[in-house]
């Protein structure tokens, strides 16, 4: 039976795949192409972080999101401890989200 995935995949998914006694069809994304397919895998983990059932399942699918994160870091020729200390500049300057602050609207 043929299974079409077409999505990016964690480097050891094609071996997996095969020592369960499947073959893997696979090819090799250009740099803009890359970009691209990282970007749906962050929508498609962050979705999985919604849908997760439970605190296991929730930091599972964050591990999930933080490696495509470091992914496309790397892809910019930075690491996630840029990301970080850009993460942490911005919270000094405008907070966090641990107040749980929901702004309802504004008035002029």
Known sequence: MVQIFNKLV???IPNIIESNGE???TRIL???????ELYKKLLEESQEVINSQDTEDT???LADV???LKSIAELENKNLDYII???NQKRLKRGGFSKKIFLEKTNK
């Open 23 to 25: 073959k893997a069809i």
């Open 66 to 68: 933080l490696e495509v």
């Open 10 to 12: 964690r480097d050891n």
């Open 85 to 87: 200390e850009i993460a």
């Open 30 to 36: 250009g740099d803009e192409e890359y970009r691209v």
């Open 59 to 61: 930091l599972e699918e």
